[in-house]
């Protein structure tokens, strides 16, 4: 069975329990805050890098569907998940080092969709990147 959240006030040790993905951890995303209202994480430029040494877009579009993924579980609920059905990204700034931070915030609540805005930022809190994902809500797999 797959392991669904416990609810929103356990949203950061659930997920820091269960592990961001092997994905995510491998490209060092680190937790700050997770509840359906606001999802929280960082993520080095370094390692995520494309042949230019600017922040590969894809890495921002990770970070983006990270956070509004479990953010959508943490809405879901027990005995539920949520799957990205759809994502999109608008890239505003080249970051070549440092740290961007990702911050998701609902667009739409719903019982069986759910939409997060997520804003990607640097290190002066400019933006990187504007994406928008939207997750459907399903019964639990056994």
């Known amino acids: 069975m797959i392991d669904t959240p416990p609810g ?22 680190r937790f700050e805050e997770f509840a359906i209202d606001r999802a929280v994480a960082t993520m ?13 877009g894809g890495a ?3 970070l983006a569907e990270t956070l509004g993924s479990i953010g959508s579980m943490l809405h879901a609920g027990e ?14 700034r080249a970051v070549t080092s ?3 931070t990702g ?13 997060y805005a997520v804003a990607v930022t640097d290190e002066q809190d400019r933006p990187v990147c504007t994406a928008r994902l939207t997750c459907l809500i399903r019964a639990a797999s056994r």
């Open 8 to 29: 929103e006030e356990d949203g950061l040790v659930w997920a820091a329990h269960r592990g961001m993905g092997a994905l995510a951890e491998k490209m060092g995303m």
């Open 103 to 115: 911050v998701a915030t609902p667009v739409h609540l719903g019982s069986t969709i759910t939409t």
């Open 98 to 100: 440092g740290i961007v």
């Open 60 to 62: 921002s579009v990770v």
């Open 44 to 56: 080095p430029v370094e390692g995520n890098t494309q042949p230019y040494g600017l922040l590969h």
């Open 79 to 92: 005995g539920r998940i949520a799957v990205g059905v759809d994502i999109n990204a608008t890239h505003h």
